[in-house]
T-cell receptor
């Protein structure tokens, strides 16, 4: 398996623009997590899905952020409009139910810079 | 108060040293404790996890959990330059699916 795939790897955009981050989880994994990582705040959970259904989005900063998972192999995180304080590395991770749930497999991340 | 506290370091040690990395937490419901390693510009990867209290050893790595003190540790023996990375602790409750991460400790092993 290719692992968790994220695109784009780098994104530079201007304040006010819409940004869409994409994730393909590992086949067979039923949990998908979106995280944001900054030096100041570390790794923060934004939202997670189970079987394509959003379970907890309490970490989403505000209404500018939205996430979808239309099927088991694809998820998006959208920021509209983007702001400079959204600059961070965004990770997608997936895991399986059961004993293996403690191992989250992370993608390579999307490094977002909002000017 | 954050759920999980971790000293960010940075920590710099000579090759061959024993390294001790630590986290404290506040939620007594946490039962699964994990250590992730993150190389620069990469995603975190799981090193090992333990359930409840006790020790677990995997090669040069030992994870230790003291639930009475709400304190977990990762020991690295005979540290190598390839161990240079950021180490993040993470934990969750038995029924919870949300993982709570520490901010990570940056480690450099000097040849």
């Amino acid at each position: 398996d290719a692992g968790v795939i994220q695109s784009p790897r780098h994104e530079v955009t201007e304040m006010g623009q819409e940004v869409t981050l994409r994730c393909k989880p590992i086949s067979g994994h039923d949990y998908l997590f979106w995280y944001r990582q900054t030096m100041m705040r570390g790794l923060e959970l934004l939202i997670y899905f189970n079987n394509n259904v959003p379970i907890d989005d309490s970490g989403m900063p505000e209404d500018r952020f939205s996430a979808k998972m239309p099927n088991a192999s694809f998820s998006t995180l959208k920021i509209q409009p983007s702001e400079p304080r959204d600059s961070a590395v965004y990770f997608c991770a997936s895991s399986r139910t059961g004993a293996h749930h403690n191992e989250q497999f992370f993608g390579p991340g999307t490094r977002l810079t909002v000017l | 108060q954050k759920e999980v506290e971790q000293d960010p370091g940075p920590l710099s040690v000579p090759e061959g040293a024993i390294v001790s990395l630590n986290c404290t937490y506040s939620n007594s419901a946490f039962q699964y404790f994990m250590w992730y390693r993150q190389y620069s510009r990469k995603g975190p990867e799981l090193l090992m996890y333990t359930y409840s209290s006790g020790n677990k050893e995997d090669g040069r790595f030992t994870a230790q959990v003291d639930k009475s003190s709400k304190y977990i540790s990762l020991f690295i023996r005979d540290s190598q330059p390839s161990d240079s990375a950021t180490y993040l602790c993470a934990m969750r409750s038995i029924t919870g699916n949300q993982f709570y991460f520490g901010t990570g400790t940056s480690l450099t092993v000097i040849p």
